[in-house]
């Protein structure tokens, strides 16, 4: 069993999720978190030592992705509460109410930057190469215009594409 199982409390670059640090990395200074997402509910992990912290997020509505255990393991419904891991989606507003209620929400790292994103002319080709590979099964089909009055592609993919059935 590695320290960091022993500790759940460690605040080490590799456990920085959770609250205060273990005797093995004592003076370590816990990282910042990463920056938020501008806008709109982000993804955060918030940590649960009781059932009354896990009736917070259900009393603030919160979005609940998903809960674990923070040590990995299952506990059933009838064993006494243990420390859970709740990845939640939430605004700016809801952490900071998360955050009066003595609960840290520390937003999950960006996995992607709005650059990794192919552009529309990158995913227009992309769709034009699946149309064009698999000709019988797959037919690209002008949906609408976008608000900038783009044309709006989807991929019909069926066994008779250009057929309406009905």
Known sequence: MSPHEKNPGCSCPSCWRVRSCCPQHTGRRKPPPPQPYPTGPYPAEITLESAAELEVLYHLNIDIGSLRAADGSFAAASDPFE????????????????????????????????????????????????????????????????????????????????????
Do not use: H
């Open 83 to 166: 420390t859970l891991i709740a990845t939640a989606y939430i605004t700016q507003a809801e952490a900071q109410a998360l955050a009066d209620a003595g609960l840290t929400a520390v937003p999950i790292q960006k996995v992607s930057q709005p650059g990794d994103w192919p552009t529309i002319d990158q995913f227009i080709t992309r769709m034009q190469g699946i149309t064009s590979n698999y000709p019988s099964l797959v037919r690209m089909v002008p949906i609408g215009k976008s608000v900038q009055n783009r044309d709006i592609w989807c991929l019909e993919i069926t066994d008779n594409p250009g057929c309406r059935r009905g």
